[in-house]
């Protein structure tokens, strides 16, 4: 398996623009979650995903973050309008959703740049 | 509010010698703990766990040690190795939501 693949690996934008970042969990995977990596904060979870349905957003930021996961093989994150404090890597991991020694498989991040 | 913190932001050690990763948590509902390792410019991968129920875990050169009175956690290394340098994050998970540490970056000096 190829693993959680993210695109693009990085996005440079200007304030203002559209951005939208995309996953593709593991095959079989039943959870998706997104997360932000910054100095501040670490590893901060964002949203997550059951089975494509949203259980857990109260991490999203603002209501400029949204995210979509229309099938199990397909994630995004959108932000709209970015700013520059959205400069960061963000992560998309995903797991098989069990309840027994589940772990995180995760993505190579986006590296997001926001002048 | 951050519910898993790894107060140190970075760590020296020689080779050889014995790396410790520490990590407090405020919940008491955590019932997994884990570690991960993060190189540069590429995402965090799963190193080793432990179940609430135990109060340590080793594999090869790393154990996870559990104190859950304290309610804190602790990677050892050894012996460390310049490959093991990295940022080092600590995990815990409740229900289906992992929440993560800040990261602890280890530069393992030869």
């Known amino acids: 398996d190829a693993g959680v693949i993210q695109s693009p690996r990085h996005e440079v934008t200007e304030m203002g623009q559209e951005v939208t970042l995309r996953c593709k969990p593991i095959?079989?995977?039943?959870?998706l979650f997104w997360y932000r990596q910054t100095m501040m904060r670490g590893l901060e979870l964002l949203i997550y995903?059951?089975?494509?349905?949203?259980?857990?957003d109260s991490g999203m930021p603002e209501d400029r973050f949204s995210a979509k996961m229309p099938n199990a093989s397909f994630s995004t994150l959108k932000i709209q309008p970015s700013e520059p404090r959205d400069s960061a890597v963000y992560f998309c991991?995903?797991?098989?959703?069990?309840?027994?020694?589940?772990?995180?498989?995760f993505g190579s991040g986006t590296q997001l740049s926001v002048l | 509010d951050q519910q898993v913190k790894q107060n140190s932001p970075s760590l020296s050690v020689q080779e050889g010698r014995i790396s410790i990763l520490n990590c407090d948590y405020t919940?008491?509902?955590?019932?997994?703990f884990l570690w991960y390792k993060k190189y540069p410019a590429e995402g965090p991968t799963f190193l080793i766990s432990?179940?609430?129920?135990?109060d340590k875990n080793e594999d090869g050169r790393f154990t996870v040690f559990l104190n859950k009175s304290a309610k804190h956690l602790s990677l050892h290394i050894v012996p460390s190795q310049p490959g093991d340098s990295a940022v080092y994050f600590c995990?815990?998970?409740?229900?289906?939501?992992?929440?993560f540490g800040t990261g602890t970056s280890l530069t393992v000096i030869p």
């Open positions: 991991a995903s797991s098989l959703g069990r309840v027994t020694n589940e772990k995180l498989f």
């Open positions: 995990a815990a998970r409740t229900g289906n939501q992992f929440y």
């Open positions: 095959s079989g995977h039943n959870s």
């Open positions: 919940n008491s509902m955590f019932d997994y």
């Open positions: 432990i179940s609430s129920i135990k």
């Open positions: 995903f059951n089975n494509n349905v949203p259980i857990d």
